[in-house]
């Protein structure tokens, strides 16, 4: 079943903390209490968003994290390619971080699959794949948190 990883449940709560005080710095440790995980995964969460351009940080004792005003405008879409993740409903629909990453726009059929050959749903699960894309390319990161 499609399904949101945990790493990007955190990443979206960690990130509707952030906005709600946009201008603040917060620390793991604030962003950590709020949202009820531990304190480690929250820092290896913000680690990552921090990494893929997404906040700001600022050392110090009133330092922490916050939110860049561009990061609300992408696609969650987007946003999930940034955080190394990807809408997939099923093992024959293949694409590599690379074909994330350069944006290119195919259906890679994985040659794996032990029922290529008399597959009867392939082309349908294709152009479902190709809707849930769309949506989660129309609906923005500012929809979520």
């Not at 990130?15 to 962003?31: D, E, F, R, T």
């Not at 990494?51 to 992408?74: A, F, H, P, V």
């Not at 350069?102 to 294709?126: F, R």
Request: contains cysteine; glycine residues 4%.
């Amino acid at each position: 079943m499609l399904r949101i990883p945990k790493k990007i449940e955190y990443a979206l709560m960690s990130m509707q903390v952030l906005s709600k005080n946009a201008n603040n710095y917060h620390s793991a440790k604030q962003i950590s209490t709020s949202i009820g995980i531990p304190q480690h995964l929250t820092a290896k969460t913000l680690q990552q968003l921090m990494k893929n351009g997404l906040l700001e940080s600022l050392e110090g004792t009133k330092g922490g994290y916050r939110i860049k005003t561009e990061t609300t405008s992408i696609s969650f879409l987007d946003f999930l390619k940034m955080m190394g993740e990807y809408p997939k409903l099923i093992q024959c629909n293949h694409k590599t971080q690379i074909d994330y990453f350069a944006k290119q726009d195919y259906m890679a059929i994985s040659d794996t699959c032990e029922h290529t050959d008399n597959c009867g749903i392939k082309s349908s699960m294709i152009v479902l794949q190709s809707k849930i894309e769309k949506l989660f390319n129309e609906i923005k990161l500012s929809e979520i948190i």
